[in-house]
Protein backbone atom coordinates (compact mmCIF):
# COMPACT_ATOMS: atom_id res chain seq x y z
CA UNK A 1 0.00 0.00 0.00
CA UNK A 2 2.93 2.24 0.75
CA UNK A 3 4.48 1.61 -2.84
CA UNK A 4 0.68 2.80 -4.33
CA UNK A 5 0.34 5.96 -2.04
CA UNK A 6 3.90 7.12 -3.28
CA UNK A 7 2.90 6.62 -6.92
CA UNK A 8 -0.49 8.28 -6.75
CA UNK A 9 1.71 10.91 -4.98
CA UNK A 10 4.08 11.21 -7.44
CA UNK A 11 1.91 11.41 -10.13
CA UNK A 12 -0.53 14.05 -8.76
CA UNK A 13 2.54 16.29 -8.11
CA UNK A 14 3.03 15.98 -11.91
CA UNK A 15 -0.13 16.76 -12.82
CA UNK A 16 -0.20 19.78 -10.76
CA UNK A 17 2.86 20.76 -11.79
CA UNK A 18 2.06 20.65 -15.40
CA UNK A 19 -1.30 22.25 -15.08
CA UNK A 20 0.09 24.82 -12.48
CA UNK A 21 -0.11 28.18 -14.84
CA UNK A 22 -3.51 27.36 -15.97
CA UNK A 23 -5.03 27.29 -11.77
CA UNK A 24 -1.80 29.32 -10.34
CA UNK A 25 -2.93 32.61 -11.08
CA UNK A 26 -4.96 34.84 -8.45
CA UNK A 27 -8.18 36.11 -9.52
CA UNK A 28 -8.35 39.66 -11.53
CA UNK A 29 -5.11 41.66 -13.37
CA UNK A 30 -2.17 39.92 -14.97
CA UNK A 31 0.64 37.76 -13.47
CA UNK A 32 4.37 39.22 -13.98
CA UNK A 33 7.29 37.13 -14.47
CA UNK A 34 10.31 38.65 -11.97
CA UNK A 35 14.01 38.21 -11.22
CA UNK A 36 15.59 38.43 -7.61
CA UNK A 37 18.91 39.89 -6.81
CA UNK A 38 20.05 39.70 -3.04
CA UNK A 39 20.48 43.18 -1.70
CA UNK A 40 24.31 44.62 -1.03
CA UNK A 41 25.03 47.85 0.35
CA UNK A 42 25.17 50.70 -2.18
CA UNK A 43 22.49 49.43 -4.39
CA UNK A 44 20.36 52.27 -6.00
CA UNK A 45 16.81 51.80 -7.77
CA UNK A 46 17.76 53.52 -11.01
CA UNK A 47 21.03 51.53 -11.09
CA UNK A 48 19.24 48.33 -11.09
CA UNK A 49 16.64 49.17 -13.38
CA UNK A 50 19.89 50.43 -15.96
CA UNK A 51 21.01 46.75 -15.33
CA UNK A 52 18.39 44.07 -15.04
CA UNK A 53 20.90 41.51 -16.36
CA UNK A 54 22.29 41.40 -12.43
CA UNK A 55 19.07 39.24 -11.97
CA UNK A 56 18.79 35.94 -11.39
CA UNK A 57 15.51 34.56 -13.12
CA UNK A 58 15.84 31.08 -13.35
CA UNK A 59 16.56 30.11 -9.66
CA UNK A 60 13.68 29.92 -7.13
CA UNK A 61 13.14 32.45 -4.81
CA UNK A 62 13.25 30.70 -2.13
CA UNK A 63 16.37 28.76 -2.63
CA UNK A 64 17.79 32.10 -1.53
CA UNK A 65 16.86 31.80 2.37
CA UNK A 66 16.03 34.68 4.47
CA UNK A 67 17.69 37.71 4.01
CA UNK A 68 17.25 41.49 2.33
CA UNK A 69 16.56 41.56 -1.85
CA UNK A 70 16.03 43.31 -4.53
CA UNK A 71 13.09 41.60 -6.82
CA UNK A 72 12.76 43.48 -10.56
CA UNK A 73 9.57 42.50 -12.68
CA UNK A 74 9.78 41.84 -16.48
CA UNK A 75 9.11 44.71 -19.25
CA UNK A 76 5.11 45.82 -18.12
CA UNK A 77 3.12 45.56 -21.36
CA UNK A 78 2.14 49.26 -21.76
CA UNK A 79 -1.49 48.15 -20.71
CA UNK A 80 -2.47 50.38 -17.83
CA UNK A 81 -1.43 49.45 -14.51
CA UNK A 82 -3.27 51.16 -11.09
CA UNK A 83 -2.49 48.57 -8.72
CA UNK A 84 0.26 46.57 -7.65
CA UNK A 85 -0.94 43.02 -5.66
CA UNK A 86 1.10 40.26 -4.03
CA UNK A 87 0.43 37.59 -1.65
CA UNK A 88 1.01 38.25 1.75
CA UNK A 89 4.11 36.54 3.30
CA UNK A 90 7.36 37.39 6.24
CA UNK A 91 8.36 40.31 5.45
CA UNK A 92 9.54 43.46 7.90
CA UNK A 93 9.39 46.21 5.21
CA UNK A 94 8.83 46.01 1.35
CA UNK A 95 9.43 49.60 -0.85
CA UNK A 96 8.02 49.13 -4.32
CA UNK A 97 9.83 51.59 -6.69
CA UNK A 98 8.12 51.93 -10.05
CA UNK A 99 9.90 53.23 -13.44
CA UNK A 100 8.04 55.24 -16.25
CA UNK A 101 8.59 55.53 -19.83
CA UNK A 102 10.43 59.07 -19.28
CA UNK A 103 12.51 57.54 -16.96
CA UNK A 104 10.87 58.61 -13.55
CA UNK A 105 10.83 56.67 -11.22
CA UNK A 106 8.19 56.96 -7.88
CA UNK A 107 7.78 54.63 -4.40
CA UNK A 108 5.54 53.35 -2.23
CA UNK A 109 5.45 50.98 0.10
CA UNK A 110 4.27 49.34 3.68
CA UNK A 111 6.23 47.32 6.82
CA UNK A 112 5.12 44.60 8.74
CA UNK A 113 2.88 46.76 11.20
CA UNK A 114 1.55 49.09 7.99
CA UNK A 115 0.35 46.35 6.41
CA UNK A 116 -3.43 45.92 7.17
CA UNK A 117 -4.16 49.35 5.31
CA UNK A 118 -3.10 47.58 2.03
CA UNK A 119 -4.40 44.08 3.21
CA UNK A 120 -7.51 43.01 -0.28
CA UNK A 121 -9.81 39.87 -0.15
CA UNK A 122 -7.61 36.24 -0.04
CA UNK A 123 -4.60 38.20 1.45
CA UNK A 124 -3.54 40.10 -0.95
CA UNK A 125 -1.38 43.11 -0.96
CA UNK A 126 -2.02 45.84 -2.85
CA UNK A 127 -0.30 49.07 -3.53
CA UNK A 128 -1.25 52.30 -6.06
CA UNK A 129 0.28 53.40 -9.07
CA UNK A 130 0.65 57.08 -9.59
CA UNK A 131 -0.81 57.74 -12.55
CA UNK A 132 1.09 59.83 -15.21
CA UNK A 133 1.07 61.37 -18.65
CA UNK A 134 3.31 57.82 -19.51
CA UNK A 135 3.20 53.90 -18.72
CA UNK A 136 4.41 52.46 -16.03
CA UNK A 137 7.32 50.59 -17.53
CA UNK A 138 9.21 48.13 -14.75
CA UNK A 139 8.78 46.89 -10.95
CA UNK A 140 11.46 47.48 -8.65
CA UNK A 141 10.92 45.12 -5.26
CA UNK A 142 13.14 46.12 -2.30
CA UNK A 143 12.45 43.41 0.25
CA UNK A 144 14.09 44.01 3.95
CA UNK A 145 13.40 40.81 6.91
CA UNK A 146 12.14 38.59 4.22
CA UNK A 147 11.70 34.95 5.76
CA UNK A 148 11.39 33.48 2.11
CA UNK A 149 9.47 30.26 3.32
CA UNK A 150 8.09 29.88 -0.12
CA UNK A 151 9.34 33.04 -1.86
CA UNK A 152 10.45 36.63 -1.40
CA UNK A 153 7.61 37.95 -3.60
CA UNK A 154 4.97 35.69 -4.51
CA UNK A 155 1.78 36.29 -7.14
CA UNK A 156 2.76 39.15 -8.60
CA UNK A 157 -0.19 40.40 -10.06
CA UNK A 158 -0.56 43.97 -12.14
CA UNK A 159 -3.76 45.39 -13.25
CA UNK A 160 -6.78 47.93 -13.08
CA UNK A 161 -8.90 49.30 -10.29
CA UNK A 162 -11.69 47.66 -11.99
CA UNK A 163 -9.57 44.87 -11.56
CA UNK A 164 -9.48 45.45 -8.34
CA UNK A 165 -12.99 45.55 -7.71
CA UNK A 166 -14.16 42.55 -9.87
CA UNK A 167 -11.72 40.54 -7.48
CA UNK A 168 -12.56 41.74 -3.99
CA UNK A 169 -16.36 40.81 -5.21
CA UNK A 170 -15.21 37.52 -6.23
CA UNK A 171 -13.21 36.51 -3.48
CA UNK A 172 -15.91 38.05 -0.78
CA UNK A 173 -18.62 36.20 -2.04
CA UNK A 174 -16.31 33.21 -1.37
CA UNK A 175 -15.82 33.77 2.02
CA UNK A 176 -19.08 34.67 3.16
CA UNK A 177 -20.22 31.75 1.25
CA UNK A 178 -17.82 29.81 3.42
CA UNK A 179 -18.83 31.59 6.51
CA UNK A 180 -22.45 31.41 6.09
CA UNK A 181 -21.64 27.51 5.96
CA UNK A 182 -19.96 26.92 8.67
CA UNK A 183 -21.45 29.56 10.77
CA UNK A 184 -25.04 27.65 10.52
CA UNK A 185 -23.42 24.36 10.88
CA UNK A 186 -22.29 25.44 14.23
CA UNK A 187 -25.49 27.09 15.22
CA UNK A 188 -26.92 23.99 14.01
CA UNK A 189 -24.99 21.69 15.89
CA UNK A 190 -24.40 23.96 18.87
CA UNK A 191 -28.27 23.49 19.47
CA UNK A 192 -27.51 19.53 19.32
CA UNK A 193 -24.66 19.54 21.31
CA UNK A 194 -27.13 21.29 24.39
CA UNK A 195 -30.33 18.90 23.47
CA UNK A 196 -27.95 15.40 22.95
CA UNK A 197 -25.00 15.91 24.64
CA UNK A 198 -22.40 13.76 22.93
CA UNK A 199 -18.91 14.43 22.91
CA UNK A 200 -18.09 13.90 18.95
CA UNK A 201 -20.74 16.84 19.00
CA UNK A 202 -18.57 18.80 21.18
CA UNK A 203 -15.60 17.93 18.67
CA UNK A 204 -17.05 19.07 15.30
CA UNK A 205 -18.51 22.46 17.25
CA UNK A 206 -14.87 22.94 18.07
CA UNK A 207 -13.97 21.89 14.45
CA UNK A 208 -15.87 24.41 13.28
CA UNK A 209 -15.27 27.42 15.28
CA UNK A 210 -11.43 27.11 14.63
CA UNK A 211 -12.49 27.14 10.51
CA UNK A 212 -14.14 30.07 11.21
CA UNK A 213 -10.80 31.92 13.21
CA UNK A 214 -8.62 30.47 10.58
CA UNK A 215 -11.05 31.84 7.84
CA UNK A 216 -11.09 35.38 9.18
CA UNK A 217 -7.27 35.40 9.18
CA UNK A 218 -6.46 33.66 5.89
CA UNK A 219 -9.26 35.89 4.10
CA UNK A 220 -7.74 39.05 5.70
CA UNK A 221 -11.05 39.68 6.82
CA UNK A 222 -8.42 40.13 10.83
CA UNK A 223 -7.01 42.76 9.19
CA UNK A 224 -9.68 44.65 8.38
CA UNK A 225 -10.89 44.49 11.98
CA UNK A 226 -7.70 45.12 13.40
CA UNK A 227 -6.05 47.49 11.31
CA UNK A 228 -3.41 47.79 13.47
CA UNK A 229 -2.55 44.06 13.33
CA UNK A 230 1.28 43.57 12.44
CA UNK A 231 1.37 41.11 9.56
CA UNK A 232 3.96 39.26 10.66
CA UNK A 233 2.07 38.39 14.20
CA UNK A 234 -1.10 37.49 11.74
CA UNK A 235 1.19 34.95 10.10
CA UNK A 236 1.81 33.57 13.36
CA UNK A 237 -1.50 33.51 14.49
CA UNK A 238 -2.51 32.01 10.96
CA UNK A 239 0.06 28.91 11.63
CA UNK A 240 -1.55 28.43 15.46
CA UNK A 241 -5.19 28.63 13.98
CA UNK A 242 -4.06 25.97 11.26
CA UNK A 243 -2.87 23.79 13.55
CA UNK A 244 -5.88 23.86 15.36
CA UNK A 245 -8.14 23.01 12.72
CA UNK A 246 -6.13 19.95 11.73
CA UNK A 247 -6.06 18.87 15.74
CA UNK A 248 -9.30 19.61 15.82
CA UNK A 249 -10.01 17.15 12.20
CA UNK A 250 -8.32 14.56 14.31
CA UNK A 251 -9.98 14.66 17.96
CA UNK A 252 -13.27 14.86 15.72
CA UNK A 253 -12.39 11.45 13.78
CA UNK A 254 -11.20 10.49 18.10
CA UNK A 255 -14.58 10.85 19.39
CA UNK A 256 -17.11 9.67 15.95
CA UNK A 257 -14.88 6.66 15.43
CA UNK A 258 -16.11 3.58 17.54
CA UNK A 259 -13.79 3.44 20.53
CA UNK A 260 -12.48 0.41 19.29
CA UNK A 261 -10.39 2.05 16.41
CA UNK A 262 -8.59 4.55 18.50
CA UNK A 263 -7.89 1.83 21.14
CA UNK A 264 -4.50 1.03 22.08
CA UNK A 265 -1.23 2.73 20.02
CA UNK A 266 -3.42 3.79 17.08
CA UNK A 267 -4.92 6.77 19.96
CA UNK A 268 -1.30 7.01 21.24
CA UNK A 269 -0.20 7.85 17.62
CA UNK A 270 -3.27 10.30 17.20
CA UNK A 271 -2.54 12.25 20.17
CA UNK A 272 1.43 12.38 19.43
CA UNK A 273 0.47 13.65 15.89
CA UNK A 274 -2.00 16.65 17.32
CA UNK A 275 0.80 17.48 20.21
CA UNK A 276 3.27 17.57 17.25
CA UNK A 277 0.60 20.20 15.46
CA UNK A 278 0.28 22.06 18.33
CA UNK A 279 4.20 22.60 19.94
CA UNK A 280 5.62 22.87 16.21
CA UNK A 281 3.15 25.88 14.90
CA UNK A 282 3.88 27.33 18.26
CA UNK A 283 7.17 27.51 17.95
CA UNK A 284 7.41 28.89 14.87
CA UNK A 285 4.61 31.61 16.18
CA UNK A 286 7.30 32.26 19.30
CA UNK A 287 10.66 32.00 17.87
CA UNK A 288 10.17 33.15 14.57
CA UNK A 289 12.03 34.96 12.59
CA UNK A 290 15.15 33.05 14.53
CA UNK A 291 15.42 29.80 12.79
CA UNK A 292 12.66 30.97 10.71
CA UNK A 293 13.67 27.53 8.04
CA UNK A 294 14.12 24.96 10.77
CA UNK A 295 10.85 26.05 12.04
CA UNK A 296 9.63 25.79 8.52
CA UNK A 297 11.14 22.16 8.15
CA UNK A 298 9.62 21.42 11.89
CA UNK A 299 5.60 22.29 10.71
CA UNK A 300 5.84 20.77 7.48
CA UNK A 301 7.12 17.07 9.14
CA UNK A 302 4.17 17.62 12.08
CA UNK A 303 1.98 18.04 8.45
CA UNK A 304 3.55 14.69 6.75
CA UNK A 305 3.35 13.16 10.01
CA UNK A 306 -0.58 13.89 9.68
CA UNK A 307 -1.12 12.72 6.26
CA UNK A 308 0.74 9.13 7.45
CA UNK A 309 -1.89 8.80 10.05
CA UNK A 310 -4.77 9.22 7.75
CA UNK A 311 -4.63 5.61 5.81
CA UNK A 312 -3.50 4.23 8.92
CA UNK A 313 -6.60 5.75 10.82
CA UNK A 314 -8.94 3.84 7.74
CA UNK A 315 -7.34 0.59 7.45
CA UNK A 316 -7.79 0.54 11.18
CA UNK A 317 -11.58 1.24 10.90
CA UNK A 318 -11.63 -1.03 8.24
CA UNK A 319 -10.21 -4.19 10.54
CA UNK A 320 -12.14 -2.84 12.89
CA UNK A 321 -15.52 -3.22 10.85
CA UNK A 322 -16.36 0.85 11.57
CA UNK A 323 -20.01 1.29 10.40
CA UNK A 324 -18.28 5.08 9.19
CA UNK A 325 -15.48 4.23 7.43
CA UNK A 326 -16.90 5.07 4.33
CA UNK A 327 -18.27 8.27 5.29
CA UNK A 328 -14.42 9.41 6.22
CA UNK A 329 -12.99 7.72 3.32
CA UNK A 330 -14.89 10.50 1.60
CA UNK A 331 -14.98 13.73 3.98
CA UNK A 332 -11.02 13.42 4.45
CA UNK A 333 -9.70 12.79 0.37
CA UNK A 334 -10.18 16.45 -0.56
CA UNK A 335 -8.44 17.99 2.69
CA UNK A 336 -5.98 15.12 2.22
CA UNK A 337 -4.81 15.97 -1.19
CA UNK A 338 -4.87 19.58 -0.02
CA UNK A 339 -2.43 18.74 3.08
CA UNK A 340 -0.45 16.91 0.61
CA UNK A 341 -0.56 19.20 -2.19
CA UNK A 342 0.78 22.11 0.59
CA UNK A 343 3.15 19.82 2.11
CA UNK A 344 4.66 19.38 -1.91
CA UNK A 345 4.79 23.12 -2.13
CA UNK A 346 7.25 23.29 1.11
CA UNK A 347 9.23 20.97 0.08
CA UNK A 348 9.85 22.80 -3.45
CA UNK A 349 8.24 20.14 -5.65
CA UNK A 350 5.62 22.51 -6.85
CA UNK A 351 5.46 26.33 -7.09
CA UNK A 352 2.94 28.73 -5.36
CA UNK A 353 -0.77 29.40 -6.36
CA UNK A 354 -2.67 31.61 -5.01
CA UNK A 355 -5.67 28.85 -5.01
CA UNK A 356 -3.27 26.30 -3.10
CA UNK A 357 -3.20 29.51 -0.03
CA UNK A 358 -7.29 29.16 -0.61
CA UNK A 359 -7.61 25.56 -0.98
CA UNK A 360 -7.12 24.97 2.93
CA UNK A 361 -10.44 26.42 4.04
CA UNK A 362 -12.24 24.83 0.61
CA UNK A 363 -11.35 21.65 1.30
CA UNK A 364 -11.95 22.40 5.06
CA UNK A 365 -15.43 23.29 4.53
CA UNK A 366 -16.12 20.40 2.50
CA UNK A 367 -15.06 18.23 5.06
CA UNK A 368 -17.25 19.65 7.70
CA UNK A 369 -20.31 19.71 5.33
CA UNK A 370 -19.99 15.97 4.38
CA UNK A 371 -19.00 15.60 8.41
CA UNK A 372 -22.04 17.30 9.34
CA UNK A 373 -23.61 14.40 6.64
CA UNK A 374 -21.91 11.94 8.89
CA UNK A 375 -23.18 13.26 12.64
CA UNK A 376 -27.31 13.11 10.92
CA UNK A 377 -26.25 9.49 9.73
CA UNK A 378 -24.69 8.93 13.34
CA UNK A 379 -27.55 10.53 15.53
CA UNK A 380 -30.00 8.29 13.32
CA UNK A 381 -27.53 5.02 14.36
CA UNK A 382 -28.17 6.13 18.30
CA UNK A 383 -31.52 6.56 17.85
CA UNK A 384 -32.02 3.14 16.47
CA UNK A 385 -30.07 2.03 19.56
CA UNK A 386 -31.71 4.10 21.80
CA UNK A 387 -35.16 2.80 20.30
CA UNK A 388 -34.13 -0.82 20.54
CA UNK A 389 -32.54 -0.45 23.89
CA UNK A 390 -35.81 1.35 25.23
CA UNK A 391 -37.75 -2.23 23.53
CA UNK A 392 -35.12 -4.70 25.26
CA UNK A 393 -36.31 -2.53 28.66
CA UNK A 394 -39.74 -2.50 28.34
CA UNK A 395 -39.20 -6.50 27.37
CA UNK A 396 -36.99 -6.91 30.76
CA UNK A 397 -39.69 -4.78 32.82
CA UNK A 398 -42.77 -7.05 31.57
CA UNK A 399 -40.26 -10.04 32.48
CA UNK A 400 -39.50 -9.12 35.82
CA UNK A 401 -42.81 -8.28 36.60
CA UNK A 402 -44.47 -11.03 35.39
CA UNK A 403 -44.81 -14.61 37.01
CA UNK A 404 -42.85 -16.99 34.93
CA UNK A 405 -45.25 -20.01 34.98
CA UNK A 406 -48.50 -18.13 34.64
CA UNK A 407 -48.06 -14.92 32.80
CA UNK A 408 -49.76 -12.92 35.29
CA UNK A 409 -47.96 -10.73 37.77
CA UNK A 410 -46.50 -11.50 40.21
CA UNK A 411 -46.27 -10.37 43.84
CA UNK A 412 -44.16 -7.09 43.83
CA UNK A 413 -45.63 -5.80 40.17
CA UNK A 414 -49.21 -6.37 41.76
CA UNK A 415 -48.86 -4.56 45.10
CA UNK A 416 -47.07 -1.53 42.91
CA UNK A 417 -50.24 -1.13 40.42
CA UNK A 418 -52.94 -1.95 43.07
CA UNK A 419 -51.64 0.08 46.00
CA UNK A 420 -52.83 3.92 45.54
CA UNK A 421 -56.13 2.97 43.43
CA UNK A 422 -58.70 5.45 43.88
CA UNK A 423 -61.78 4.56 45.10
CA UNK A 424 -63.27 1.84 46.61
CA UNK A 425 -61.63 -1.41 45.54
CA UNK A 426 -62.53 -5.24 45.63
CA UNK A 427 -60.32 -8.00 46.93
CA UNK A 428 -60.61 -11.00 46.09
CA UNK A 429 -58.19 -14.10 47.07
CA UNK A 430 -58.44 -17.65 44.96
CA UNK A 431 -56.57 -20.79 46.61
CA UNK A 432 -56.93 -23.86 44.61
CA UNK A 433 -58.85 -26.65 47.06
CA UNK A 434 -56.39 -29.40 48.34
CA UNK A 435 -53.59 -28.57 45.37
CA UNK A 436 -51.04 -30.95 46.90
CA UNK A 437 -53.02 -33.95 45.98
CA UNK A 438 -53.07 -32.55 42.68
CA UNK A 439 -49.16 -32.99 42.46
CA UNK A 440 -49.24 -36.34 43.90
CA UNK A 441 -51.91 -37.61 41.97
CA UNK A 442 -50.58 -36.11 38.22
CA UNK A 443 -47.26 -34.87 39.32
CA UNK A 444 -45.92 -31.22 39.44
CA UNK A 445 -45.73 -30.66 35.61
CA UNK A 446 -49.54 -31.81 35.80
CA UNK A 447 -50.02 -29.73 38.60
CA UNK A 448 -48.13 -26.66 36.51
CA UNK A 449 -50.70 -27.01 33.73
CA UNK A 450 -53.43 -27.12 36.41
CA UNK A 451 -51.78 -23.65 37.68
CA UNK A 452 -51.70 -22.19 34.19
CA UNK A 453 -55.25 -23.51 33.23
CA UNK A 454 -56.78 -22.15 36.15
CA UNK A 455 -54.88 -18.50 35.46
CA UNK A 456 -56.28 -18.48 32.38
CA UNK A 457 -60.06 -19.11 33.62
CA UNK A 458 -59.13 -16.69 36.31
CA UNK A 459 -58.59 -13.89 33.28
CA UNK A 460 -61.53 -14.48 31.33
CA UNK A 461 -63.94 -14.71 34.27
CA UNK A 462 -63.09 -10.97 35.89
CA UNK A 463 -64.13 -7.72 34.71
CA UNK A 464 -62.15 -6.28 31.86
CA UNK A 465 -58.84 -4.25 33.51
CA UNK A 466 -58.95 -5.89 36.52
CA UNK A 467 -55.30 -6.68 38.41
CA UNK A 468 -54.63 -10.52 38.47
CA UNK A 469 -51.88 -11.78 40.10
CA UNK A 470 -50.47 -15.27 41.59
CA UNK A 471 -49.05 -14.48 45.14
CA UNK A 472 -47.18 -17.87 45.62
CA UNK A 473 -48.19 -21.64 44.95
CA UNK A 474 -51.56 -22.01 44.30
CA UNK A 475 -52.65 -18.35 45.94
CA UNK A 476 -54.02 -15.89 43.00
CA UNK A 477 -55.21 -12.44 43.91
CA UNK A 478 -57.58 -10.00 41.80
CA UNK A 479 -57.89 -6.55 42.86
CA UNK A 480 -61.16 -4.46 40.66
CA UNK A 481 -62.97 -1.25 41.67
CA UNK A 482 -66.11 -2.35 43.67
CA UNK A 483 -68.70 -1.29 41.32
CA UNK A 484 -66.87 -3.00 38.37
CA UNK A 485 -69.29 -5.91 38.88
CA UNK A 486 -66.39 -8.88 39.79
CA UNK A 487 -68.55 -11.49 41.09
CA UNK A 488 -66.76 -14.46 42.49
CA UNK A 489 -69.78 -16.57 41.88
CA UNK A 490 -68.73 -16.60 37.52
CA UNK A 491 -65.13 -17.40 38.41
CA UNK A 492 -66.40 -20.35 40.91
CA UNK A 493 -68.60 -21.74 37.63
CA UNK A 494 -66.05 -20.79 35.15
CA UNK A 495 -63.79 -23.37 36.94
CA UNK A 496 -66.41 -25.57 36.93
CA UNK A 497 -66.51 -25.86 33.24
CA UNK A 498 -63.26 -25.48 32.85
CA UNK A 499 -61.05 -28.68 31.40
CA UNK A 500 -57.82 -29.54 33.02
CA UNK A 501 -55.40 -32.03 32.51
CA UNK A 502 -56.10 -35.86 33.09
CA UNK A 503 -59.62 -34.39 33.24
CA UNK A 504 -59.57 -33.98 36.75
CA UNK A 505 -62.17 -31.87 38.65
CA UNK A 506 -60.32 -29.14 40.20
CA UNK A 507 -62.04 -26.53 42.50
CA UNK A 508 -61.13 -23.47 44.27
CA UNK A 509 -62.31 -21.41 47.43
CA UNK A 510 -62.44 -17.85 47.14
CA UNK A 511 -62.07 -14.81 49.75
CA UNK A 512 -63.20 -10.85 49.05
CA UNK A 513 -63.17 -8.29 51.07
CA UNK A 514 -64.32 -3.98 49.67
CA UNK A 515 -62.33 -0.73 51.11
CA UNK A 516 -60.17 2.02 50.02
CA UNK A 517 -56.54 1.19 49.06
CA UNK A 518 -54.47 3.87 48.79
CA UNK A 519 -52.00 3.07 51.39
CA UNK A 520 -49.78 0.31 52.32
CA UNK A 521 -51.72 0.21 55.56
CA UNK A 522 -54.78 -0.28 53.74
CA UNK A 523 -53.54 -3.34 51.71
CA UNK A 524 -52.23 -4.73 54.80
CA UNK A 525 -55.93 -4.32 55.97
CA UNK A 526 -57.55 -5.87 53.17
CA UNK A 527 -55.49 -8.92 52.94
CA UNK A 528 -56.18 -9.74 56.41
CA UNK A 529 -59.89 -9.62 55.86
CA UNK A 530 -60.06 -11.18 52.54
CA UNK A 531 -58.12 -14.41 54.43
CA UNK A 532 -60.15 -14.70 56.58
CA UNK A 533 -62.96 -14.80 54.41
CA UNK A 534 -61.11 -17.44 51.86
CA UNK A 535 -60.72 -19.73 55.39
CA UNK A 536 -63.83 -19.21 56.16
CA UNK A 537 -65.24 -20.78 52.47
CA UNK A 538 -62.53 -23.71 53.35
CA UNK A 539 -63.92 -24.11 56.20
CA UNK A 540 -67.64 -24.16 54.94
CA UNK A 541 -66.51 -27.15 52.60
CA UNK A 542 -64.34 -25.29 50.01
CA UNK A 543 -65.45 -24.47 46.29
CA UNK A 544 -67.41 -21.92 47.45
CA UNK A 545 -66.96 -17.56 48.03
CA UNK A 546 -67.70 -16.06 51.36
CA UNK A 547 -67.49 -12.13 51.49
CA UNK A 548 -65.49 -10.77 54.80
CA UNK A 549 -68.54 -8.17 55.32
CA UNK A 550 -70.88 -10.64 55.93
CA UNK A 551 -69.14 -14.30 55.61
CA UNK A 552 -72.33 -14.86 53.44
CA UNK A 553 -72.74 -18.06 51.00
CA UNK A 554 -71.80 -16.04 47.80
CA UNK A 555 -71.93 -19.20 44.89
Not at 40 to 49: K, S, V
Not at 340 to 352: D, K, S
Not at 442 to 471: K, W
Amino acid sequence: MTRWIGRLALALAFVVSWTQPAWAAAPGGRDIALCVLPAATGMTPAALFARPDRFECATPQRFYGPGNFWVISAPLSGEPVDVVRSASVWQDRVTLHILYADGAIRRTGFTSATTSARMGMGTRIELPVSQRAVPAVRLLWHVEGAGNLRGIILGANVGTAADSRRAELALGTFYAAFAGLIGGLLIYNLALLVALRQAFQAAYCGLLASLLAYAASTSGMLSRWLPLLDNNDRLRLNAILLAICASSVLMFARYFFERRVFAGWLGLVAHGVIAGLLVSNMAFAVLAPRHILTLDHFVTASYVLLILLVPAVLIQAWRQRSNYLWLFAIAWGVPIVCSGLRVAHGLGWIGWSFWLDQSTIMSMGLEALLSSIGIAYRLRLLQRQRDHAREQELVARALADADPLTGLLNRRAFLHQAIGQAGEQTLLIADLDHFKGVNETIGHDGGDEVLRSFARTLVSAVPAGALVARLGGEEFAVVAPADAGMVPGAILHALRSARMPYDMRVTTSIGTCSGPLLRETDWKSLYRQADRALYAAKAAGRDRARDAATLSFAA
